[in-house]
């Protein structure tokens, strides 16, 4: 069985899950921005209104250059979900990986699970390399 048949499986019981972690069942907000926005919100003078930004990429992606700050989740790890799962509901997250496909596929994850506002980078790191933004290695 392979990762996203597992996750296909798993999201009823992370429905269960996403209810005990968010009780007042506020609706998901996924807001897809192009690197020029997301790098004026990850630029905010407020610090605590920046999302928390989440590389999904591979650990040797990553590793070759990623936004400053970003935290590393592996899309392709097993526990990936779990990962997620242990993140805060209500803050937001600006996530993204390599161009866009795995972190677009990782959305409805994010709203299952009842994270209340979530970024996602369309194009992700290519996007932003591409855009001549500041990456770090």
């Given at each position: 069985?392979?990762?996203?048949?597992?996750?296909?499986?798993?999201?009823?019981?992370?429905?269960?899950?996403?209810?005990?972690?968010?009780?007042?069942?506020?609706?998901?907000?996924?807001?897809?921005?192009?690197?020029?926005?997301?790098?004026?919100?990850?630029?905010?003078?407020?610090?605590?209104?920046?999302?928390?930004?989440?590389?999904?990429?591979?650990?040797?992606?990553?590793?070759?250059?990623?936004?400053?700050?970003?935290?590393?989740?592996?899309?392709?790890?097993?526990?990936?979900?779990?990962?997620?799962?242990?993140?805060?509901?209500?803050?937001?997250?600006?996530?993204?990986?390599?161009?866009?496909?795995?972190?677009?596929?990782?959305?409805?994850l994010w709203k299952t699970l009842g994270f209340t506002k979530i970024y996602h980078l369309d194009g992700g790191f290519l996007a932003w390399?591409?855009?001549?933004?500041?990456?770090?290695?």
């Amino acid at each position: 069985m392979n990762f996203f048949s597992s996750l296909l499986l798993a999201l009823p019981l992370l429905m269960n899950t996403a209810s005990a972690h968010n009780p007042e069942k506020k609706p998901a907000a996924v807001i897809h921005l192009d690197a020029g926005q997301a790098s004026k919100i990850m630029s905010a003078p407020d610090k605590q209104k920046r999302p928390t930004i989440i590389d999904i990429r591979t650990l040797g992606e990553f590793k070759a250059g990623h936004l400053e700050s970003a935290v590393h989740i592996d899309f392709l790890k097993e526990d990936f979900s779990d990962a997620i799962q242990k993140l805060k509901r209500d803050k937001a997250y600006l996530v993204h990986c390599q161009s866009g496909g795995r972190s677009s596929n990782s959305l409805e994850l994010w709203k299952t699970l009842g994270f209340t506002k979530i970024y996602h980078l369309d194009g992700g790191f290519l996007a932003w390399k591409k855009r001549g933004l500041r990456i770090v290695r």
